[in-house]
Structures are given as C-alpha cells and as structure tokens.
Antibody, heavy 118, light 112 residues
Framework: EVQLVESGGGLVQPGGSLRLSCAAY????????MHWVRQVPGKGLESVSA????????YYANSVRGRFIISRDNSRNTLYLQMGGLSAEDMAVYYC???????????WGQGTLVTVSS | DVVMTQSPLSLPVTLGQPASISCRSS???????????VNWYQQRPGQSPRRLIY???KRDSGVPDRFSGSGSGPDFTLKISRVEAEDVGVFYC?????????FGQGTRVEIK
C-alpha cells in the first residue's frame, strides 16, 4: 500500500528555519517526481516545490524561491523540504505528494502543520 | 502563473440530483506532448485531497462512475450524475501543464 508520511512540522519563530521530511512506503521513491503542496487551514491549495526522480531538476513557487530547498534521498525513500526565512505567510499544512502520471498528483500524505509565531 | 477560476464557489445540492462544477484557465493547457493536464480533487472535511480525475477525463481507480470530467480549451467541467451524502466536501481543479501547478479556489458542495 502506498503511504506518504510527513514529519518535522511545528512552531517556529519568524525568520526561523524548519526541515520537513516525507517517508515513502509501498513504492520506490526513485521512480517518481515528488512535490510539496501547502494549504492554509480552511483555505485553498498552493504548489510549493517539485523535484525530478533523480533530484537533478527542482522547481519552486515564486513565493518560496531562494528560501526553501527541496531534496530527496532515494536510498532512504525520503523527500525533504528545508525551509528558511519563515514568516506568517508560510503558516500552513504541508503535504508531500507523488506525481503520477506526468502532470498530476495521485497520492497525498496526511500533512504536517507549520506554525510561525513569536 | 496560470489562474484557474472555478464556479460556483458554493454548491448546495439535493441528494440524488446532478451537480456540475466549472473551471476556466487563463492560459492554454495543452503541453508540448499534446496532452492536457487538468485534474480534479475532492477534499472531505479533515482529510487530505483525493484525486478523482486526471488528464481531463480519466477516472481514478475506485472513484464511482457518477463522477466524470470533460472539457477543452480554457473550459473544463466536473459532473456528478447523482449526488450522494459522501460527496460533501470541497472540490478543486488543478492544472499540471505549466509550473507552478495551480489550483482553483475550490467549490464547496453541501447537501440541501
């Protein structure tokens, strides 16, 4: 069974950093591009970042470019999102999402909540 | 960024009756490979989004056949032939043709 399990969310001060992890189960992570999508509770969905199967190609939303870094360790079947320069605008539930087929996201994790507050 | 505009934003429906949600894109969504990457998701209260439709009209495994997707050009539609109680939630269209992938604002479906 395919499962995506996020971790690493929590409370961080404005300007601080946080690293999210996403452990993949039931499939080889190396075969799929992966994404991070966020959602402010009660609001809509926003694509944050994406990474190709081998990690060579990365993509970022304008709102996070230069502050967030997406990476992956296929040997550990794990996806990461290093977040820096956090502000209230980054407060959201962050979902780890698999891309399949191209141009679509099929499996979503349960999400991890990031709260930015002093 | 591509703007996906959904309508209506709120949709009260009667059980057993049909429902339709529209999504209009601000740019052409045909990718260089000739495919159009439009998807539909349902998010039930307290849950992660669940994909219903991909590639405009392909239904995911396990999705009831009362759900169907259609469209071309800038206009796409999700139809529910007969609404059931479990269909309550927020429905999103999403384009996966141009980065960043973008979602519609969401349509909240509720039972009258």
């Amino acid at each position: 069974e395919v499962q995506l399990v996020e971790s690493g969310g929590g409370l961080v001060q404005p300007g601080g950093s946080l690293r999210l992890s996403c452990a993949a189960y039931g499939f080889p992570l190396s075969n799929f591009p992966m994404h991070w999508v966020r959602q402010v509770p009660g609001k809509g969905l926003e694509s944050v970042s994406a990474i190709s199967e081998n990690g060579y190609n990365t993509y970022y939303a304008n709102s996070v470019r230069g502050r967030f870094i997406i990476s992956r360790d296929n040997s550990r079947n794990t996806l990461y999102l290093q977040m820096g320069g956090l502000s209230a605008e980054d407060m959201a539930v962050y979902y780890c999402v698999r891309e399949w087929p191209p141009g679509s996201n099929d499996y979503w994790g349960q999400g991890t909540l990031v709260t930015v507050s002093s | 960024d591509v703007v996906m505009t959904q309508s209506p934003l709120s949709l009260p429906v009667t059980l057993g009756q049909p429902a339709s949600i529209s999504c209009r894109s601000s740019q052409i969504l045909v990718f260089s490979d000739g495919n159009t990457y439009v998807n539909w998701y349902q998010q039930r209260p307290g849950q992660s989004p669940r994909r219903l439709i991909y590639g405009v009209s392909k239904r995911d495994s396990g999705v009831p056949d009362r759900f169907s997707g259609s469209g071309s050009g800038p206009d796409f539609t999700l139809k529910i032939s007969r609404v059931e109680a479990e269909d309550v939630g927020v429905f999103y269209c999403m384009q996966g043709t141009h980065w960043p992938w973008t979602f519609g604002q969401g349509t909240r479906v509720e039972i009258k």
